[in-house]
């Protein structure tokens, strides 16, 4: 079974830093992109950042560029959301996920809520 | 960045159909896969619908999808209570070279 599991949210002051992780079992994580995706309270999708199988190449949405870096580790089957320079409108849950089939996302983990606040 | 376009909300009764519409662009829609998702509140998205029109294991024919050059379209046939959820579209655009969501659509039962 594909599972997906954020961690590293949490309450930070705006300018601050959090570093999101996705622990993944259940496939090859080696073989697949991987993705950040955000939903700030009462609002839509948005895509933040992608990842290649290798890590050789990465895309951000505009809006994080200079401030977020994905990352994974292939050997610990994981996934990282450096975030750096938090603002107030960064404040959203945050999920994971997995490409399926092409252009999609079939897999999600349960997301890890980051708020920036003073 | 959401640079697709869906109905806010749409609502039928209980065994009726409802078409959920996202228009787009070329650098998206009218040149990549589009697919769909499922959110209920407090959730993540699930996923119904992917490159245009297939289901992943799971998802009943109900739930139906199309494209025709830059948009595309979910359908719903034989509403339930159950399918009141949040429903988006999705695709890569490749001049942003971003993953963009559609803005949503509210679908209400009646």
């Known amino acids: 079974e594909v599972q997906l599991v954020e961690s590293g949210g949490g309450l930070v002051q705006p300018g601050g830093s959090l570093r999101l992780s996705c622990a993944t079992s259940?496939?090859?994580?080696?073989?697949?992109?991987m993705s950040w995706v955000r939903q700030a309270p009462g609002k839509g999708l948005e895509w933040v950042a992608n990842i290649k199988q290798d890590g050789s190449r990465t895309y951000y949405v505009d809006l994080v560029k200079g401030r977020f870096t994905i990352s994974r580790d292939n050997v610990k089957k994981s996934l990282y959301l450096q975030m750096n320079g938090l603002r107030a409108e960064d404040t959203a849950m945050y999920y994971c996920a997995r490409e399926f089939g092409s252009g999609s996302y079939g897999y999600w983990g349960q997301g890890t809520l980051v708020t920036v606040s003073s | 960045q959401s640079v697709s376009t869906q109905p806010p909300s749409v609502s039928a009764a209980p065994g009726q159909k409802v078409t959920i519409s996202c228009s787009g662009s070329s650098p998206n829609i009218g040149n990549n896969y589009v697919s769909w998702y499922q959110q209920f509140p407090g959730t993540a998205p699930k996923l119904l619908i992917y490159e245009n029109n297939k289901r992943p294991s799971g998802i009943p024919d109900r739930f139906s999808g199309s494209k025709s050059g830059t948009s595309a379209t979910l359908g719903i046939t034989g509403l339930q209570t159950g399918d009141e959820a949040d429903y988006y579209c999705g695709a890569w655009d490749s001049s942003l070279s971003n993953y963009v969501f559609g803005t949503g659509t509210k679908v209400t039962v009646l």
């Open positions: 259940g496939f090859t994580f080696s073989s697949y992109w």
